[in-house]
């Protein structure tokens, strides 16, 4: 047995190569620049709870956005109408639809044609498909609605969020801000990520502003009391009422600069405006014509300022003062600068990290993943000697490529990315478990050296694949359900696996089959330094003895843990319920008590603390606040303003606003992700094994999940995303553990068929029952240490993973199993009858 050289030489280069594009991962800056240019420099980039800054997703509004495409073609139809000589008796608009009334039912069918024909012109203006762009509904003989398809709709919308992309990325760069990340989301959503400690009252004002500026004349309230044809009142921030014509004089589209600056006479920052040639030529028109009247500068429905006309202005030239900031001066000079956004945009979503939390966080699962991979590599070394520093060079082998990978393809590593970086040591491990105690079973049957390698790893090949690629289709799914830093764990943690594979079956072998060659050994003895194994060779267990307490312990605690889902329920998180949720860290011990009372007096519904990593620290949750996104963002700035009150030395470092519709979208991927996942389950044992395998392992996992659930309810465990991420991680693993014994039952059954249905699970389970232990004990010590230092961050998935691979080990042998005896029995006695 030897190995192939050209096979050799491939492994040799693919390693080389991943530790070259992950050396820069390990390296300062100064080091990296000393390094000749052909070599690889790129880094794995740290998400934002990794270095802090503030992630955003803004929704078109759909509603405001339709009703301003019809607002805006209303009075060209109304002038249209009466040009072609059409009379009708009104016209109106109702949100979301245009109303028109004529005096008789024999004028309907021209108006309806006029109508067709004005549509179809503006569409061919625009470039847009002229037909399926609106829809006239008959309301009477003498009443007409007409609204926008879906089609017109979703075909308007995404042209305005191209628009807007480009508009938000010039106010995000003319504030110089370095490396955003702005993506569509979605026909109607952009997601903004900005690394950094950031201002999220100043983000807010620049994303969430619409900026649509324009001028109007201002009536006399006196003058024209009970005028409203035409007219509509609007406010300043002060609260003060202005009767504003309707009619734009000059819109904000002739503007070509903007300046914020400190006016000399006033000291107060204003904000200087220019306008490009058609623009200045309408300002001189509207200043000459409207000398002694007030000219009302209006941005976004509100009242900036509305100074009085002293004279004409030919240089196209203008001041706008009002109660500015200098900070809030120079964000209304770059929303003017970039433009108008085409659609008003609400931020359904808002997560702010503090760049020292991040720094905490790294710090943390730094310190998670030593103390996980010294965990696992002195049991290595237990388990199995000095063949285990060999599957320790592969799990050391296995980090780097994994690193290699994420750094060329420019992946995010995240906070749960690093726990998926962790346990993907642990499915390493399990690998080089599996490979190594089957060439243990070989070498006892006294066959050579080489039979013993070859065979060992032909009967790990297909266990292997088997579990881990149901692990792959766990977290492949989990990428498409989940969002944000779930997304970084799912993208980690199925490079590991993938990575895993490759090592345990090519790197391993190749180097097992050097060594041996090398020190010509005679035969191999994989000893533990213990001197005896953990688990005894050759057990003989009646496990199915206790068939009926496995399982009937089983359901107690299942029933128990769905009682407790009833009345207790579950904590959800903010991914779930929405909501604005803020993290304080104190310099010393809070009273709570204290702070409810305070925060009570400011008027926000119901408040819900939670401590975290330790006395000092906690969370505040609030409802979602009625008003939109501006009342989020005003109730937070409020809360904030109270905390740094009642707690001087306090730091906020990370606050979150979740939306309704975002908080539903969550659940229903979560709950999809779950389905989805148990039924590809289903579907891969069924068909690489048999349906009644596959029915005992879904039945196993149903009951797995609910013991989890349990879990949360009992200890209060937040339930976010990162808790479904730990759910789907656990199926994968469940299933995971039961293909080892599955995959045993299968061999058996080809080799000893003389034996009962019974005996033979038995004897599979005795002989997988070492494989089974070693791989759990090597994964619950791949997550212990982020359950104990992870922080509150991966607790909720590094906790309930500890508690899933105690419930997936011990359901495989003790639930599994016997349904699977329960099904042959039925199986059987169906056949002979």
Not at 208 to 220: D, E, I, Q, R, Y
Not at 440 to 467: H, P
Not at 716 to 730: G, P, Q, S
Request: with cysteine.
């Amino acid at each position: 047995m030897r190995n192939n050289p050209w096979l050799v030489s491939l492994y040799a280069v693919i390693c080389c190569i991943g530790m070259l594009i992950a050396l820069p991962n390990f390296l300062s800056q100064s080091a990296l620049d000393a390094f000749p240019s052909f070599v690889p420099k790129n880094r794995v980039a740290l998400g934002l709870d990794l270095r802090g800054g503030s992630h955003l997703v803004l929704e078109a509004d759909e509603e405001d956005f339709v009703g301003g495409l019809l607002q805006m073609h209303l009075y060209d139809l109304q002038s249209f109408l009466k040009k072609e000589g059409v009379n009708i008796l009104s016209l109106r608009q109702m949100k979301n639809k245009v109303s028109i009334s004529f005096f008789d039912s024999i004028s309907k069918g021209n108006v309806i044609d006029k109508v067709r024909f004005f549509f179809r012109g503006i569409a061919f203006k625009l470039n847009l498909d002229q037909k399926n762009n609106f829809l006239i509904t008959q309301n009477s003989d003498q009443d007409i609605s007409i609204v926008l398809t879906p089609y017109k709709i979703d075909q308007a919308i995404a042209r305005a969020i191209e628009q807007s992309m480009e508009i938000v990325r010039q106010r995000i760069d003319q504030m110089g801000i370095s490396e955003p990340t702005i993506q569509r989301l979605g026909s109607n959503r952009i997601l903004i990520q900005l690394p950094g400690e950031q201002n999220p009252s100043r983000l807010r004002q620049l994303l969430g502003t619409t900026a649509k500026m324009s001028f109007h004349n201002v009536l006399s309230n006196n003058r024209n009391k009970g005028f409203a044809l035409g007219a509509s009142f609007l406010r300043d921030n002060n609260g003060n009422q202005y009767l504003v014509e309707d009619k734009i004089q000059i819109s904000g589209t002739h503007l070509n600069g903007a300046v914020a600056r400190f006016d000399p006479k006033t000291n107060q920052p204003v904000v200087d405006i220019s306008f490009d040639d058609i623009g200045s030529r309408l300002f001189f028109e509207v200043t000459r014509n409207n000398i002694g009247r007030s000219l009302a500068v209006v941005l976004d429905g509100k009242v900036l300022t509305a100074p009085v006309i002293n004279q004409a202005i030919p240089n196209g030239k203008a001041q706008i003062s009002g109660n500015f900031t200098i900070e809030t001066a120079g964000v209304l000079a770059v929303m003017l600068r970039a433009g108008a956004l085409p659609v008003k945009l609400n931020i359904v979503e808002e997560r702010s990290v503090g760049a020292d939390l991040g720094g905490d966080s790294i710090y943390k699962g730094t310190y998670a993943i030593l103390a996980g991979l010294v965990l696992i590599i002195l049991f290595m070394i237990v388990l199995y000697g000095r063949w285990g520093l060999l599957a320790n060079f592969s799990i050391l082998l296995n980090i780097i490529l994994t690193l290699a990978l994420l750094s060329l393809l420019g992946a995010t590593l995240t906070l749960p990315g690093i726990a998926g970086i962790v346990l993907g040591i642990g499915l390493a491990v399990d690998s080089n478990i599996l490979v190594n105690e089957r060439i243990r079973e070989e070498s006892r049957k006294n066959k050579s050296v080489f039979y013993s390698l070859d065979m060992g790893f032909s009967r790990a090949y297909s266990t292997i694949v088997d579990s881990n690629l149901t692990a792959l289709i766990s977290t492949v799914i989990l990428f498409f359900c989940g969002s944000g830093p779930v997304r970084g764990f799912a993208v980690t943690m199925g490079l590991s696996i993938v990575v895993s594979m490759f090592t345990a079956i090519s790197i391993v072998r190749a180097m097992m089959i050097f060594i041996v060659r090398y020190k010509k050994i005679k035969s191999i003895n994989i000893r533990s330094l213990l001197g005896f194994s953990l688990i005894p060779d050759h057990t003989t267990i009646r496990f199915m003895k206790a068939r009926f307490v496995g399982i009937g312990t089983s359901i107690i605690l299942s029933i128990a843990s769905i009682a407790l889902l009833f009345t207790h329920g579950l904590n959800y998180g903010i991914d779930f319920d929405g909501g604005i949720q803020i993290g304080v860290y104190a310099d010393k011990p809070v009273d709570l008590s204290i702070v409810r009372s305070n925060l009570e007096s400011l008027q926000i519904g119901d408040i819900s603390f939670q401590s975290f990593d330790g006395d000092k620290n906690f969370l505040v949750r609030l409802k979602y606040q009625p008003g939109g996104s501006p009342a989020q963002a005003r109730v937070l700035e409020e809360v904030k303003k109270k905390i740094t009150e009642i707690i001087p030395f306090s730091k906020i470092p990370h606050t979150e606003i979740v939306g309704p519709k975002i908080s539903r979208e969550l659940i229903r991927k979560g709950v999809l992700g779950v389905v989805l996942s148990a039924l590809a389950m289903f579907i891969y044992i069924w068909i690489r094994f048999e349906w009644h395998f596959a029915v005992g392992a879904i039945t196993t996992l149903v009951l797995d999940i609910t013991k989890t659930l349990g879990l949360f309810s009992l200890f209060d465990l937040e339930f976010n995303l990162t808790a479904v991420a730990a759910i789907l991680t656990l199926i994968g693993y469940s299933v995971n553990d039961k293909i080892v014994v599955y995959d045993c039952m299968r061999k058996n059954m080809r080799l000893s068929s003389a034996l009962s249905f019974r005996n033979l699970i038995d004897k599979s389970i005795n002989e997988t029952l070492g494989r089974s232990v070693y791989t759990s004990m090597s994964a619950f010590l791949s997550v212990l240490p982020m359950a104990i230092w992870g922080g509150s961050v991966v607790s909720s998935f590094a906790i309930p993973m500890a508690f899933g691979i105690f419930i997936a080990a011990s359901s495989s042998v003790f639930i599994a199993a016997p349904i699977l005896l329960f099904i042959g029995d039925w199986r059987f006695k169906n056949t002979t009858r």
